[in-house]
T-cell receptor
Framework: DAKTTQPNSMESNEEEPVHLPCNHS???????IHWYRQLPSQGPEYVIH???SNVNNRMASLAIAEDRKSSTLILHRATLRDAAVYYC?????????????FGEGTQLTVNP | NAGVTQTPKFQVLKTGQSMTLQCAQD?????MSWYRQDPGMGLRLIHY???????DQGEVPNGYNVSRSTTEDFPLRLLSAAPSQTSVYFC?????????????FGAGSRLTVL
């Protein structure tokens, strides 16, 4: 399975945009890029996912590099409730996306 | 719509005891999986299932058994608990194993083995 690399931690100020990077240089053409986040003492929750084009939803935006070797999760206005660990993972588009591996993610701290 | 339900939320065991962590989903999802998360660490895949009657090993399967007799349920069994199995366990499911399908996680089961 292709691996992802994320910074261990990032800091932001409340109401400012946050750009969380993810490198996936060995991504295959059939891998979807998924982002999840884990709030303190909770299970992970889905944030956003995409294949080739940039994606927007009510929580965030996902910017995918043209060569797909990296992506960025964008929180447009960080709030204190966005403080969490953010995980970037890859899931194969074909019916083989079974062994999903999570790294240690990025711990986002949001300062008031 | 309950989503993914895990029981119990907390459990304390003695070394050598056995127990089963329950996971149930009501979304008719084919794919289910178990992860463990140690303090300050990411999630590690224990076992997964792509449908009823089909299971396979993840990264850290030793010491754990699973079965999938129904679409809804995916129990995780510890046959002889060890202190190294102290962890938080998460169950996750998705419609199927194709890449566009997102995972829904349970709230977790915190296990302490003394």
């Amino acid at each position: 399975d292709a691996k992802t690399t994320q910074p261990n931690s990032m800091e932001s100020n409340e109401e400012e945009p946050v750009h969380l990077p993810c490198n996936h240089s060995t991504i295959s053409g059939t891998d979807y890029i998924h982002w999840y986040r884990q709030l303190p003492s909770q299970g992970p929750e889905y944030v956003i996912h995409g294949l080739t084009s940039n994606v927007n939803n009510r929580m965030a935006s996902l910017a995918i590099a043209e060569d797909r070797k990296s992506s960025t999760l964008i929180l447009h206005r960080a709030t204190l409730r966005d403080a969490a660990v953010y995980y970037c993972i890859l899931r194969d588009r074909r019916a083989s996306g079974s062994r999903l591996t999570f790294g240690e993610g990025t711990q986002l701290t949001v300062n008031p | 719509n309950a989503g993914v339900t895990q029981t119990p939320k907390f459990q304390v065991l003695k070394t050598g005891q056995s127990m089963t962590l329950q996971c149930a989903q009501d979304m008719n999802h084919e794919y289910m999986s178990w992860y463990r998360q140690d303090p300050g660490m990411g999630l590690r895949l224990i076992h997964y299932s792509v449908g009823a009657g089909i299971t396979d090993q993840g990264e850290v399967p030793n010491g754990y058994n699973v079965s999938r007799s129904t679409t809804e349920d995916f129990p995780l069994r510890l046959l002889s608990a060890a202190p190294s199995q102290t962890s938080v366990y998460f169950c996750a499911s998705s419609r199927n194993r194709e890449g566009a399908n997102v995972l829904t996680f349970g709230a977790g089961s915190r296990l302490t083995v003394l």
